[in-house]
């Protein structure tokens, strides 16, 4: 049935309440004082404690808040020989589960203990259920999260606070291999050789196991690996200061597939923005992603005061390239030329594809003067280089590069977007291959080109 530390000072109570309750199937251990109760509690595992009000060094009262504080589950039930109602309510203001007044009938004590230990595994249950229920929420948030950061934050804090971690690394796995995503709980000194260590042990790994042997001082290291089908998209590694509650490996795993999944849904979605906003040709950014990113470079220059530029660029007789070579060279070309614009700007910059030969570079975080100078590295670059040498073609191709900066020129994107493109018209018109900066009093290009250029 159950296992009863039975406290009372008088031996005879002792051993009249050990029988009443072995009778009924329980296992009873009998002590005398706090003390003993304490190191009994220490030493061993109850269901139940059934104590005396009045014992020497102490009382009951001592016993039931020592085990409330130190063992919670283990329900208590008090017996005292007065007949007053301020220790009945005392003791049931403090978590007693019973109060009982001597003399106690057989059937008395054995009903009180009966109804703790089911209040006991009432209150397991719903502290269960309750486990279960934050579970379940928790798991969702991380499924349905589809931002990257937020989503490493959500899953490392779950995994802390409902799997008993003292401490969470994530690492994900890209095209490179895995790369840590977050950590929860690491001092700062540690985590770049213990990640660097966990990287090379789980690179191969598949399956949950135990990790020995890390330079941290936690005694216990799991990894959970998030799979998706036969892929495994990454590993949660959750460090432990002790052993870890019986349900630590059920919540952990639970939660580490919900972060599987929310990872192949990133995935999915990065697919699906790759659809729309990467142009097929070259692989650039398009129309559409670069309006978008104008929209909010604009809001965060005016925000942050800091400047920012456009280099909206035209490729010098293209069409005779094509009329020349045909179409498929020209794409070709089209598609060097991309890697050739790129090459000449920072990784923070957004190079984009406007259509047929024009193309458009937002510079961040830089200003009329600084735009210039790129502009004219992407200009020489452009004249030097010998394009589709591979097949045997060497052609030589120039480019038009009209600069406007935000606010210098422009406090809007279609304002910004126009001066570019009349700076790079003005180039069209001249001798070409050149570079313009903007101004105001500059023609405007054909009306064909102007819906595309001012358009959103």
């Not at 109760?37 to 020497?56: G, Q």
């Amino acid at each position: 049935m159950a296992r009863i530390l039975l406290v009372d000072d008088e031996k005879i109570a002792r051993t009249l309440y050990g029988d009443y309750l072995t009778a009924v199937g329980h296992a009873v251990a009998a002590v005398g004082t706090l003390q003993d109760a304490r190191e009994a509690l220490a030493a061993d595992r109850f269901d139940a404690v059934v104590t005396d009000l009045i014992l020497p060094g102490g009382d009951g009262m001592e016993v039931l808040r020592y085990v409330r504080e130190r063992h919670p589950g283990v329900e208590v039930v008090v017996i005292t020989g007065l007949e007053k109602v301020d220790p009945a309510v005392r003791a049931i203001k403090s978590g007693a589960a019973e109060y009982l007044v001597k003399p106690v009938a057989p059937e008395a004590l054995q009903h009180a203990v009966r109804r703790a230990l089911t209040t006991r595994d009432l209150m397991q249950e719903n502290a269960s259920l309750r486990r279960h229920v934050a579970m379940l929420e928790a798991g969702q948030r991380i499924a349905t999260t589809m931002d990257r950061e937020k989503l490493a934050a959500a899953t490392a804090s779950a995994l802390q606070g409902m799997a008993a971690a003292s401490a969470v690394v994530l690492l994900e796995r890209d095209a490179s291999g895995l790369r840590l995503q977050g950590s929860l709980g690491l001092p700062s000194a540690v985590e770049t050789p213990l990640v660097t260590a966990l990287i090379s042990r789980l690179a191969e790994a598949r399956a949950p196991r135990e990790l020995e042997g890390l330079a941290v001082s936690f005694p216990r290291a799991l990894s959970i690996p998030a799979v998706e089908g036969e892929t495994v998209l990454g590993h949660a590694v959750l460090f432990f200061s002790g052993t870890g509650a019986e349900w630590t490996g059920e919540t952990a795993g639970y939660l580490v597939r919900n972060w599987a999944l929310a990872l192949r849904n990133l995935g999915r979605f990065a697919a699906v923005e790759d659809l729309a906003y990467v142009d097929d040709l070259t692989r650039l950014f398009n129309t559409r992603y670069l309006h978008m990113v104008l929209d909010r470079e604009v809001q965060e220059s005016v925000q942050t005061q800091r400047p920012f530029s456009l280099l909206f660029m035209d490729l010098d007789h293209f069409k005779s390239i094509n009329d020349t070579h045909g179409h498929l060279v020209g794409s070709k070309l089209l598609v060097e030329t991309a890697r050739v614009v790129k090459g000449c700007v920072r990784d923070p910059d957004v190079v984009a594809r406007y259509g047929g030969d024009e193309y458009v570079v937002l510079l961040r975080n830089t200003d009329s003067g600084g735009a210039l100078k790129v502009a004219e590295r992407i200009r020489r670059t452009m004249e030097t280089h010998r394009f589709l040498a591979r097949e045997g073609l060497s052609l030589t191709v120039t480019t038009c590069i009209g600069v406007a900066s935000f606010p210098e020129h422009a406090r809007d994107k279609a304002t910004l977007l126009d001066l570019s493109d009349r700076a790079m018209y003005r180039g069209k018109r001249g001798s070409r291959n050149v570079v313009y900066m903007a101004a105001m009093d500059l023609e405007a290009p054909p009306a064909e080109r102007r819906q595309g250029v001012t358009g959103t």
